[in-house]
């Protein structure tokens, strides 16, 4: 039996789809497609079945899946036993992160991993950290860097980092706010420049507004953007105030041309997470990533 046979079984049945697992495998999809025949024909049963536009494992699938499984980590163990030399790793790992953990955490990450594994090469894409769960929960990729958490039986979390929420606003218009704590009023009184649905940063502000009844809606809000440096941008063009991780306005603020302001008794606190999947076939590339991960900042917090 051809264990890549069953790594791709196992990819199809996770995302329910053979063109997507065709595109996270990198292989075609007439490829997958005869793969997984030629399972059907060794084992003598179908395995899969498609219902709508899924592709759904039958009973005889789903105790192929848990067997695969087991199988493919048996398989992980036998190549890390038997390596010889540790840096000997290689393959591909597939990132996405949300704006924060990939500006100002990630390229450090990388570049510890890589002292160990030089071989190994990385994708790294930015996305939002709604996207980044998504796709951990569809199975499209296995693990991401977010900075908030969602209570998902099937995810473990790792915390990496805390970072705090201030407001940002032009010097030019708001010197006199310098080192500053203003009431938290004060948000809207001023045209706002706000993150798009989906931002971890948004979800963060919003959260501590409703725990003082106040309102998103009620916000002046000018201008929705989704990334950093844009906002930054627009801030110090006095298109308005904005929230914003302390860390991501450092620059501007040695700088001159952005002011932080605090709000009066509101510390916003926040935590920057690495999210993995819980019930997933890691490749080894991925499996020592992960372990590299929880080694260095900590034990996993198991369905947080």
């Given at each position: ?86 840096n ?8 996405y ?37 998504n ?12 900075g ?150 900590g034990?996993?917090?198991?369905n947080?």
């Open positions: 039996m051809n264990t890549s046979y069953l790594k791709t079984f196992v990819e199809v049945v996770n995302l329910k789809n053979i063109s997507k697992a065709a595109e996270k495998l990198y292989i075609t999809q007439p490829a997958v497609s005869k793969q997984l025949q030629l399972l059907e024909k060794e084992f003598g049963t179908v395995l899969l079945i498609k219902e709508g536009r899924d592709m759904i494992p039958t009973e005889s699938g789903k105790e192929l899946y848990k067997y695969a499984l087991n199988i493919l980590v048996e398989e992980n163990k036998i190549y890390d036993k038997l390596r010889k030399e540790d000997a790793l290689d393959g591909e790992i597939n990132i992160s949300s704006s924060l953990p990939a500006d100002y955490f990630l390229y450090n990450i990388i570049f510890e991993f890589n002292s160990i594994y030089p071989q190994v090469i990385y994708n790294v894409k930015k996305a939002d950290t709604k996207i980044v769960f796709y951990i929960e569809d199975g499209l990729i296995n693990f991401g860097f977010t908030a958490v969602y209570k998902k039986n099937s995810l473990n979390y790792v915390t990496i980092a805390e970072d705090e929420l201030i407001i940002a606003a032009s010097a030019n218009k708001y010197s006199k706010f310098k080192n500053h704590s203003v009431p938290i009023e004060f948000l809207f009184e001023h045209d706002f420049i706000s993150r798009e649905k989906g931002s971890a940063t948004l979800k963060t502000f919003e959260n501590y507004l409703n725990m003082k009844k106040l309102y998103l809606e009620d916000l002046k809000t000018k201008i929705r953007v989704e990334d950093n440096e844009i906002i930054k941008t627009l801030v110090k063009n006095d298109m308005g105030i904005t929230i914003i991780s302390k860390l991501a306005i450092e620059k501007e603020i040695k700088e001159g041309s952005i002011v932080p302001i605090k709000i009066k008794d509101l510390e916003m606190k926040r935590q920057l997470y690495f999210v993995y999947h819980s019930n997933r076939y890691f490749s080894r590339t991925e499996e020592a990533f992960r372990d590299f991960i929880i080694k260095k900042f034990k996993s917090n198991e947080k």
